[in-house]
Structures are given as C-alpha cells and as structure tokens.
C-alpha cells in the first residue's frame, strides 16, 4: 500500500493528498521516492571523476603502475581488507603497530614498482576510503529524511498519551526518538561540508614525496577553517570570492550557516529543544498539523541574549524548512565539486563549465 509523508506530520494515502511543497512516497516497505533532490547521481557521478583525476595526479601519468598495485595488493583477496583497509575501517583487524610494521619494514621494490609507487597507492587509498564514506553521508541523509517524516507522519506518535482537542504539547519517548533522528540528520549533512573541505585542501596539498608514508594534510580540516579571511596561510584554500559563490565556501550562503548553528548547538549542548517537544493541532478530533519548532534567528545565526541563545518566537517549524536546507546544502556540494574540477583540472573550461560527463562506476 501507498503511502504519502507531508512536511506537516499528515499522513496521506495517494498522490491527491500531497499538500506541501514536498512529499515522500512509500510504495513498499523499502522503497521511497521523492520530490526532494538530494543531487545523489550528480555528487557520485563527481565522486568518481575526482578519484580518477586524483590518481592520474599523484602517479602522474603511469597508469600501468596504479593498475599493477591495485591487482596486486586491492584485487588480490587475501590481503584487500588486511592491508588496504587497515586503520580505515572495521574490514580489517590490522593493529597500528602490525600496519606500522608492514610500511616500514615490509614494502620494497619489485620488478613493477617501486617502495614510493607502492605508498602512492596506499596514500591513493584513503582518499578512496574518504570519498566512499562522503558517499555514505549522502546516502544516509537522504535515508534518515525519509524515516524521519515517516515517523512524524505516524497515525498515532504519542503511545502513552490521550489524544486531546486543539493545540497539544508532548514530551514522550516518541517525540524524543523522533527528534534524535531529526538530529543525526542535521550532524551527517553538516559532516558533508566537513569531506568536501577535505577534498579541497587535499587536491591542494598533494605529497611531493611518497619516499615516507604521508600523513594528510587534510586530516583534521574542516568547513571551519575554510573561511576567506583565514589568518594562517598553511590552511588557505586557493577559492577567490567568485570561486566561492554558490558553493559551500560561500559566506554569504544563509542555508549553510543555519544548518552549521543548528550542528553547533546539537554538539556542545545536545539538543535543540531541551524537552524534545512535537506539537499537534487537531480539530473534532482530525489531525491538522504536527510540528517541530526551530529556533529564532536573525540572518545566519541564532538570536542571542548574553547567555541565552534558544527563542522560538519566529514560528518557525523545523520540519518545514528541513528539504529546502538539504537542498542547498546539496545543491551547493554539486557546484563546489564543478568548480573544483574547473580549477584544478579543466582551468581553460569556459566559466559555464558545468560536469555533464557520464562516469563508469
């Protein structure tokens, strides 16, 4: 059976009762579509181009070196997940001190490739694993929004409450789980930026020598340290203001910086909403609207008073404006990998540049 989730929390059957700008549709019990665009083929699509670009970089042309070392060391199933995932990931159970081991003391030359060709590859291997888990936040925020209005758009939220009159307030352990999945969305979209910053910084820093196993230059960089006015030349990035327009590194981006204060807030203080409250409205008994408040702000940040930062006197509802956040955040993810790809790979591109190209998985 058919379901449709409204931004609103009410539950409909079919496409006739769609009433907000957007909807999910639930065909079957794990099958979702949606009017709202997640730009998940554009962004994997990008993905894809940039590993493949990023190689060619880093081994500079000899391609038949990377292809020897991935059959060697990522095809060859008894070491894939021993070595190539070690200190990446739970597919492999390496120690540091047994991965330490295996970089210093077990790589040489062979007749193919040489010790430095060998740590590209396992350099070139954790930019794959940072892409691939960039790829997961995508997929996961795309998944979590649709449980998430799934749950507000549940018959009955309020297990062990009355179902009352007029405009009721609820504190429960429903309205706090369906809060807490309203919360990881806002982190993972947020941890978004966070990769994309990464990748930047990365394509900037690339080792010079491979004759060491290279630390990341981006490995503790984040969105935060993109800002224009970076004081520390070691954490620029090379994006001028008109680089910078549409993408995540654009300071004037509102979206952006509503979801990074909303991140904020859910980091260091763990909540949004104290009482994780969902409020609904019936009228004789019908459901009219269920809602999350969100709270006040005034531009980019949140209202403040000394100390006191969390007003709801905007009516603003979260639960609303979430789609058109995610969008932007999206949106802008796309237009940051264009221009990326613009500026390090395809500078003579027209400033039209715009990546159409079809890119085989």
């Not at 409909?12 to 997640?38: A, P, Q, R, V």
């Not at 193919?112 to 925020?141: C, G, H, N, P, T």
């Not at 789980?177 to 978004?192: C, D, M, Q």
Request: net charge negative; proline share 1%.
């Amino acid at each position: 059976m058919e379901q449709i989730f409204n931004l609103d929390g009410i539950l409909g059957k079919n496409l006739n009762d769609i009433h907000c700008n957007y909807y999910i549709l639930k065909k079957d019990k794990e099958t979702y579509t949606s009017n709202i665009n997640f730009f998940k083929e554009e962004i994997f699509q990008s993905n894809s181009l940039y590993l493949n670009l990023f190689i060619q970089r880093v081994f500079k042309g000899e391609m038949d070196i990377f292809h020897y070392l991935q059959s060697k060391f990522f095809l060859d199933v008894n070491q894939n997940k021993y070595y190539i995932n070690a200190g990446l990931g739970a597919e492999s159970i390496m120690s540091v001190s047994q991965f330490s081991n295996f970089i210093d003391n077990e790589i040489n030359d062979d007749s193919k490739a040489s010790r430095q060709d060998i740590i590209k590859f396992m350099y070139f291997r954790e930019i794959q694993a940072l892409l691939a888990d960039f790829e997961k936040l995508v997929i996961q925020v795309e998944e979590l929004t649709y449980v998430f209005y799934e749950k507000l758009n549940s018959p009955q939220i309020f297990q062990s409450n009355e179902i009352k009159e007029g405009l009721t307030t609820v504190y429960s352990i429903e309205s706090r789980f369906i809060n807490s999945i309203l919360e990881n969305i806002i982190i993972k979209a947020t941890s978004i930026l966070d990769y994309l910053s990464k990748f930047v910084f990365e394509v900037e820093n690339i080792p010079k020598s491979f004759d060491i196993y290279p630390k990341r230059k981006s490995f503790d960089y984040d969105h935060g340290k993109t800002k224009f006015d970076q004081k520390n030349d070691n954490l620029k990035i090379n994006w001028t203001k008109e680089a910078r327009l549409n993408t995540i590194f654009d300071e004037n981006n509102e979206k952006i910086f509503i979801l990074k204060r909303l991140r904020n807030q859910l980091i260091h203080d763990g909540f949004l909403d104290v009482d994780n409250c969902i409020y609904e409205n019936r009228v004789d008994g019908i459901l009219k609207e269920r809602f999350i408040l969100m709270p006040d702000f005034d531009g980019k940040d949140l209202t403040k008073y000394k100390s006191r930062k969390l007003f709801y006197s905007q009516d603003r509802k979260i639960n609303l404006e979430l789609p058109i956040l995610i969008e932007e955040l999206l949106s802008s993810t796309y237009q940051t990998l264009n221009v990326l790809f613009k500026k390090y790979w395809f500078g003579d591109m027209s400033d039209s540049f715009s990546l159409t190209l079809n890119i085989d998985k």
